[in-house]
């Protein structure tokens, strides 16, 4: 089986209604969507991803009354988040009713929701009577797809549809966040600025720090490329193994002192957003050339640049 890439939502939903899986685009990264009342679509799709089961997946739907379908509450906060970023890069963590399978939250009390902000994935969503589970596209703890031709390359022989909705605009996954404590404790920085978030929220914002509290997927290793990413070392600080044929991942300017050639620059414009919107290109095609190793450098800690940050530190080996 090859995948057959489509522009037409009408399409991709008819797989979906029939139980199969598709791949969508989505705002952030491309999700692998399947019915999240099917059992049997869920399942799939762990086994394709090579996932384990204790990781959940989140649920999307295009409206905060859908949402209000599949959970039993949503506290005040919460549901004014929705309202400023949907649809948008914002994942809630809600506590679910019973007709969302323990197969979707690994168990877990909670479901994790998002309306995400791509025209043709809203239009495939008005089309169905159930919202959908989907993980980022990508196989197990590699780097994330935000192109048809990414998700093509990896999964095209084990799905069979992929929705073409281009490349995405904010390019890392979404914010996730759950409100607790008379806190909203943020479980995964990404592709919504948490100074934004704090700014529309009446309850403080705060990065969870212990394991307990944030995501069970944030797992210290992921996003990784094959050929061995070092953050924020120099040449010699490097196996000499590894120091014949480096590629640098910059920022925004090259290094005076190496070849061109072996420098990519994330963000020609010096803008944070446009970083995080080439990364995992950037990521992959670092990985398909010969290079024995990256050295990649730090963003600057503004904007989504902690949430950068946080990708590049467990792509790498060194951090
Ligand atoms: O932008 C995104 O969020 C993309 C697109 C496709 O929507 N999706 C995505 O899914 O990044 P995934 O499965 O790669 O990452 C979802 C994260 C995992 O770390 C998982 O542990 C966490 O969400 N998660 C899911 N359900 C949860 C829950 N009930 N409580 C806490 N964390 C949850
Ligand atoms: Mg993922």
Known sequence: MQAKITTSAIEAAKYLIEGQNVAIPTETVYGLA???YNE???????AIKNRPKFDPLIVHTHSIEQIERFVKSLPAVSKSLLE???PGPLTVVLHKRDHISDLVTSGLPNVAVRIPNHPLTLELLRQLDFPVAAPSANPFTYVS???AEHVNQQLGRKIPCI????PCQVGIESTIIREADDKVWVLRLGGLDIDELQAKSNKPVELAKTVEEASPGNFSKHYATKTPLYMGLELSQIPVEQAENVAYLRFSDYKPEVEKSKQIILAPDGQITTAAKNLFSILRELDQSSFSAIIGEWIPETGLGPAINDRLRRASINC
Do not use: K, R
């Open 145 to 147: 797809p935000t192109s």
């Open 40 to 46: 049997q679509a869920v399942l799939n799709i762990f």
């Open 84 to 86: 400023s970023f949907s």
């Open 163 to 166: 929705l073409n909705g281009g």
């Open 34 to 36: 399947g019915n999240a």
